[in-house]
């Protein structure tokens, strides 16, 4: 539990020093994310990126376990 909370300490610190570059990347805009805006009515569901966050964390998991 100690080593996932400096991991996930670690993951925020690099984070908020990148945030620039980060927000340059092409996430929530991903082929396949669902998104309706109409008059009054916006609706945004991020299928493909939340698909590809869930992927990349299990992998990351997978190699803590070991």
């Known amino acids: ?12 610190l690099f984070a908020g ?3 620039s570059r980060l927000r340059a990347l092409p ?10 805006d109409r008059p009054g009515f916006k609706f945004f ?3 493909t990126t939340m698909l590809l966050a869930s992927v990349v964390l299990s992998i990351v ?3 803590m376990r070991r």
């Open 1 to 12: 539990m100690n080593r996932m909370l400096i991991f996930a300490g670690l993951a925020l």
């Open 17 to 19: 020093l990148f945030w």
């Open 45 to 47: 569901f991020p299928v």
């Open 27 to 36: 996430l929530f805009r991903l082929p396949g994310d669902i998104m309706i």
């Open 61 to 63: 998991l997978w190699l």
